[in-house]
């Protein structure tokens, strides 16, 4: 990954001009796209296959009257009058007639009707039109709305004495969440943060640009996609906040890395290139575990999430690749000018290091949190337990208009209802009936409905009837409580749980559903995915820091980290959102309960961000470990290496989340103050003090990985660290080098901490022989498969036809071929067959076996001149017992290596060398 980033960043640079015009272009083409094809979002929270979503779409079918959405009129009179006046009976009943007949509605209830129950309010002084709307609310025509609205105003001024008349009910829910000024604050706030960072216009710009660029371009596409799949509206702005936050980051790290380069008197170029190699390969890796974490909501079953989670991961991979090529092209525009006015060119690779007051400010606060780290560590759990307690508070919920601000229609209507009627006429259940077989329909409404109004926690259930063609009868039920109340909660599970008396006794098959019920339905079916989506991503955690960092108990320590992260967020969501502290100060309009899909959510891409600081600080520590072997040391350099970068992307980020809370609405407020506090959390106190603790307190035990899981764990380089190795080794052992193998102090160990060959050394020329002898436990035919590229792992520096091991293996692979003449019936024949193909270096392996006359004098012939088809000359290696036996066979000059002298700490299985061999190439980790 980092020798591809390596060459990206460079060509990107050299290319400049065309990567810059390539990314506008694709952001104009997604600007027609958005113009097009956008057809707006679509807040419909289903979760097809639920009892109440499945009775919902059969009632839509059977009885549309009452499909589609609910609006309600609430009729309040002033004080000293009374809603039976017969002035205000005749306007309420004349106003009920008009609104009937207005486009799109399809029933409105006269609440002085004798068929009407509950729809006046005890106190006498409010009345409840009921009107049903054969449209979702975001299909709602505008004139429809006008026309309601000017009746109800029609029908106050007629009532008179300040009589008020509000409309109410999903049918006209403002929209979900939209974009404020005041999220422009995050930006700025970035953007001061960066310069403090670099002290540069330009430098601080340009993760801004390609912040915004990304942006545009993964919204703009989102909108795009609204053409054929539903998108709800909390999706576009999560994608904004998210690739804000993380384009912003991405960006950061890899020109942070660039600058601190050029500070060192690297040449521009070659900076962007090992920058783009380096951070950018750390950015690749955290934005995938943004992605994957994404992509995994997918678990919930719930398509709206499902959608959602695909479209923010989406930015977030636009952001990426924004990170790693427009950012090395725009680096390249800028040239010397990001180079810090401190640094001097390097004069014969040499460079004293500059010292900054932020390194004493570091310094300080490492020594400090690492003093004592059990005591660190004991104070940090135990201060972020306290915060996380709320969090059994946690109440999820749909939005609702109760949620909307204070002074809005939606929200008065709300409010007035509650007043009036109570909570519960705010979040009515429908109860559907099966009752085509029935032959008194109208007797077994009655009756389900009497044995449902002596319900506890039943307000009233004021409708109760069959449809027109009485196959299918609607039940309306007014819970005490909210919708989403523990009460309200308790009356579905119990209309449910009578289904089988219903069907005995009046021989019918019930279901509760309406909007209510499926919100509660949404709620508990989100929370029964939070610990499966929690052990999915914590275990995809464990296993992707393992393969970075090869150790056991750093992913352990970031998982917990992340846990507890997550925890507080949670409970600091629930004491604000839920208890309703601090309500005013943030401008909650109502407090009591969240979105539903916020915990999941809010795991997801916290584990993600969470991922982004662990990488980019605990590599550089790992980098000082591995070269210096003194864990303290390690920590305290590595800290103060990382420690501003983190921090000023951690900043960054809580800007860009927070900047969404003070204006706010729907349910982006909570998520962005849920994120803000998860981000501030796991960067200050987490990573910042928690991890420096947790690794002081283990040493070098932090670093420990069996070897029989590190042969079976993909190596990721997040770091760069095998380009590090690339470059080092690029002109050696001479710029002008065109040796076929070149090996120094090479050592292969297997995974009982054996030595299968060691302080192996060789140069073989192009076209040259190279015969590798010794015992079958010396490690040849290991030696042999390494230089091959089949070992993952090893110790020294190799280079095979100028590809630098273990990194290039794979370039390795399609030039060589490797014949296993122990179980190879003609291997002349297949050495013949890989010289026509054009293979520049042949290995054979236990060459020394071959007794037929005839593939042996193949063998002459082809070690004598190893010609490849082309006309080319190819090299070869071969193991053997001794070279005695090949007397016959190698060339002169053939450069002989005898293993014999050092042999491999190696057991056998028993006596055969068969065996020992076949162990020796077990331990070897072969692929």
């Known amino acids: 990954m980092s020798s591809f980033l390596y060459r990206l ?21 997604v600007g027609g796209s958005y113009m097009l094809f956008n057809k707006g979002t679509e807040d419909n929270f289903t979760i097809p296959g639920s009892s109440a979503q499945d009775a919902l779409d059969h009632l839509n079918r059977v009885f549309p009257q009452v499909s589609g959405s609910q609006g309600q009129a609430i009729v309040v009179v002033p004080k000293g009058m009374d ?128 912040a915004l660029i990304g942006v545009g371009i993964g919204v703009g596409l989102t909108y795009a996609a609204t053409a ?62 943004v992605m994957i974490a994404l992509i995994g909501l997918f678990v919930a079953g719930i398509p709206f999430l499902t959608v959602m989670g695909m479209a923010a991961a989406f930015s977030v991979a636009v952001a990426v690749l924004v990170a790693v090529t427009l950012i090395p092209a725009l680096l390249a525009f800028a ?34 949190v690492t003093k004592v780290p059990a005591l660190t560590v004991v104070l940090v759990i135990a201060g972020l337990g306290v915060c996380a307690l709320p969090a059994s508070d946690l109440t999820l919920s749909l939005p609702n208009n109760g949620q909307e601000p204070v002074g809005t229609a939606p929200r008065d209507s709300w409010d007035t209802i509650s007043e009036h009627f109570g909570p519960g006429f705010n979040a009515p259940l429908m109860v559907t009936a099966n009752i085509v077989g029935s032959h008194d329909p109208i007797g077994v409404m009655n009756g389900i409905a009497d044995e449902v109004r002596d319900l506890p926690g039943v307000a009233a ?161 790992r980098e000082e470990f591995v070269h210096k072997g003194d864990p303290r040391q390690a920590i305290e350099t590595g800290f103060i290496s990382a420690s501003r970068v983190v921090t000023s992307a951690a900043i960054i980020m809580f800007a860009v989340f927070a900047a969404f809370v003070p204006e706010g609405n729907g349910p982006i407020k909570p998520m962005a103050f849920s994120l803000a506090i998860g981000v501030f959390v796991d960067a200050f106190i987490v990573r910042m003090i928690l991890v420096p ?55 292969l160990g297997d995974d009982r901490n054996h030595t299968v060959f060691s302080d192996f050394a060789v140069h073989l020329p192009r076209g040259g022989v190279l015969a590798i002898s010794g015992p079958a436990p010396s490690g040849k035919s290991a030696l042999l498969y390494t230089l091959a590229g089949r070992v993952r792992r090893i110790d020294g520096d190799l280079k095979v036809l100028g590809n630098v091991l273990p990194q290039r293996a794979h370039a390795i692979r399609r030039r060589v071929a490797l014949i ?32 037929n006359t005839e593939e042996r004098a193949i063998l002459r012939d082809v070690l004598s001149a ?3 088809g082309d006309g080319t000359p190819a090299s070869v290696a071969l193991t053997c017992q001794s070279p005695t036996l090949l007397f016959d066979l190698l060339p002169a000059g053939t450069v002989s290596v005898d293993l014999g002298n050092r042999p491999a700490n190696v057991a056998p299985a028993n006596d055969d060398p068969t065996m020992e061999q076949t162990l020796t190439i077990q331990d070897a980790e072969v692929n």
């Open 9 to 29: 960043g460079r060509a990107a640079a050299r290319a400049r001009w065309f990567v810059l015009a390539a990314w506008l272009v694709v952001l104009i083409l």
């Open 83 to 210: 809603i039976h006046d017969p002035a205000v009976r005749t306007a309420v009943s004349t106003a009920t007639e008009r609104m009937a007949k207005v486009d799109q509605v399809t029933m409105a209830g006269n609440p002085f009707d004798k068929n009407s129950k509950g729809q006046i309010a005890k106190d006498n002084q409010a009345a409840l039109i009921q009107m049903q709307i054969n449209a979702q609310p975001q299909n709602i025509h505008q004139q429809t709305k006008d026309e309601l609205s000017n009746i109800s105003h029609d029908l106050a001024r007629q009532i008179g004495h300040e009589a008020k008349v509000q409309l109410g009910g999903n049918a006209f829910n403002n929209p979900l969440p939209q974009l404020g000024i005041t999220e422009v604050l995050g930006v700025i706030i970035a953007l001061i943060v960066l310069l403090l960072m670099f002290r540069s216009f330009i430098a601080a710009g340009m993760p801004l640009l390609t």
């Open 228 to 289: 054929v799949i539903e998108i709800n509206s909390t999706a576009p702005l999560l994608g904004i906040m998210l690739g804000l936050a993380v384009g912003i980051d991405y960006a950061l790290f890899i020109l942070s890395r660039h600058r601190d380069q050029l500070g060192e008197g690297l040449e521009v170029r070659e900076s962007i290139g090992r920058a783009t190699a380096t951070a950018g390969s750390a950015v690749i890796f955290a934005g995938t575990t």
């Open 335 to 368: 040239g010397e000018k990001l180079r810090p006015r401190s640094a001097r060119p390097r004069n014969h690779g040499n460079t004293k290091p500059r010292r900054q007051p932020r390194h004493r400010i570091a310094r300080g606060w490492v020594k400090a």
């Open 461 to 621: 259930v004021p409708i109760s009837t069959p449809n027109a063609t009485a196959d299918t009868g609607i039940m309306q039920v007014v819970p005490d409580g909210d919708g989403f109340s523990e009460q309200t909660k308790q009356l579905v599970t119990k209309i449910r749980s009578l289904q089988g008396h219903f069907q005995d006794k009046y021989g019918v098959s019930t279901a509760i559903t309406g909007i209510t019920a499926v919100a509660l339905d949404v709620s508990d079916q989100l929370a029964g995915s939070l610990l499966p989506f929690g052990i999915l991503v914590v275990g995809l955690s464990l296993i992707l820091l393992a393969m970075v960092f090869r150790s056991i108990w750093v992913p352990i320590k970031a998982a917990a980290g992340y846990l507890l992260s997550v925890l507080v967020a949670f409970g600091a969501t629930s004491f604000v959102f839920v208890q309703g502290h601090f309500a005013d100060l943030f401008n909650i309009p109502k407090t009591g309960s969240v979105i539903s899909f916020l915990p999941i959510l809010l795991m997801g891409v916290l584990f993600g961000l969470a991922m982004d600081y662990e990488v980019f600080l605990v590599t550089r520590i």
């Open 693 to 747: 603790a947790v690794l002081a307190l283990l040493g070098k035990h932090a670093w420990w990985l069996p070897r029989w899981l590190e042969r079976r764990l993909p190596v990721f380089d997040a770091e760069g660290d095998g380009l590090m190795n690339e470059l080092r080794l690029q002109d050696w052992p001479s710029p002008e080098s065109d040796d076929a193998i070149n090996a120094a102090r090479l050592r």
């Open 820 to 851: 296993p003449c122990r179980t190879t019936n003609h291997p002349g024949e297949e050495v013949r067959a890989a010289l026509r193909d054009g293979i520049r270096l042949i290995l054979l392996d236990d060459a020394d076996l071959v007794v």
């Open 866 to 868: 190893p010609i490849g």
